[in-house]
C-alpha cells in the first residue's frame, strides 16, 4: 500500500512539474506514503481558485496515468 501510494505521489509530482503550471514538492511523513506539500507565498494567489486549479491538475493527470504500466516496475 505504502509504495504505491507513494509511487503514485512521485509520479502525479514529476508530471505536474513538467507541465510548468505549477511547482509542488512531496515528501513522507514518519511511516505515511509521500504527500504533496504546496508552499503558497505569493501576493496574486487566489486560494481558492488556484487550489481548485491545483486540485484539478491533480486529478486529470491521476486520470491520465497507466498506473498497471507504472506500478509493473515494482
Known amino acids: 500500500?505504502?509504495?504505491k501510494m507513494s509511487m503514485m505521489t512521485r509520479e502525479i509530482h514529476r508530471r505536474i512539474n513538467t507541465s510548468g503550471e505549477f511547482q509542488?514538492?512531496?515528501a513522507p511523513l514518519n511511516d505515511e506514503p509521500d504527500f504533496f506539500r504546496i508552499v503558497i507565498?505569493?501576493?496574486t494567489v487566489n486560494v481558492h481558485r488556484d487550489l481548485e486549479r491545483l486540485?484539478?491538475?491533480?486529478e486529470e493527470i491521476g486520470?491520465?496515468?497507466d498506473w498497471?504500466?507504472?506500478?509493473?516496475k515494482i
Open 1 to 3: 500500500y505504502m509504495t
Open 24 to 26: 509542488v514538492d512531496h
Open 68 to 72: 498497471h504500466h507504472v506500478f509493473s
Open 41 to 43: 507565498n505569493a501576493p
Open 63 to 65: 486520470l491520465s496515468i
Open 55 to 58: 486540485l484539478d491538475a491533480i
